[in-house]
């Protein structure tokens, strides 16, 4: 392959991920609203599209990844050192290099969209754990039917008896 056919497919590869990152954006705001109404048949539903959609971006990322591994070459780099993009992008033209970059700011603003979704995600997640945790511990309590008297003071009668009677075996010793 020539290196222009090599730089298309790699710009394509940057351009079907970032379709993908769209899709999968959409998904996760879905994903944000069954959150909060707390549906779970749905729920599942979404992180099953969710999952198709990663396994796709995954897939385009080793073509991705293969297709630089290929441009490395055809710029005249030693394929077995650690090239970053930045210098395979200083080494070609001005207009291939500006091509390559505008995918990949596209790409990155999709992703940056994404993650500040998640982080909500995340809060929402926590919220609802917190709350399940919670509802649980009441759930266990109500269930247990024991009688517990307080004092005034707020202390469990059952306490005062305990150390009432470790005082006096203190004193009779």
Request: proline share 0%.
């Amino acid at each position: 392959m020539s290196f222009d056919i090599v730089k298309t497919n790699f710009v394509n590869a940057l351009k079907k991920q970032t379709e993908y990152y769209r899709e999968l954006k959409k998904i996760i705001l879905i994903e944000s609203e069954e959150l909060n109404k707390k549906e779970k048949n749905e729920l599942e539903k979404v992180l099953n599209q969710e999952e198709d959609i990663l396994n796709k971006i995954k897939s385009v990322e080793i073509e991705k990844q293969n297709l630089f591994k290929d441009l490395i070459k055809k710029m005249g780099f030693e394929s077995d050192k650690n090239i970053k993009l930045r210098e395979v992008l200083l080494k070609m033209g001005k207009q291939d290099a500006d091509e390559i970059e505008k995918a990949i700011v596209d790409l990155l603003q999709v992703v940056k969209e994404i993650d500040d979704i998640n982080s909500k995600n995340i809060h929402i997640i926590k919220n609802y754990l917190s709350y399940f945790d919670f509802s649980k511990k009441i759930r266990e309590k109500l269930s247990k039917t024991e009688n517990i008297t307080y004092t005034s003071s707020g202390i469990k009668k059952m306490e005062i008896d305990d150390k009432q009677n470790i005082s006096k075996i203190d004193k009779t010793i």
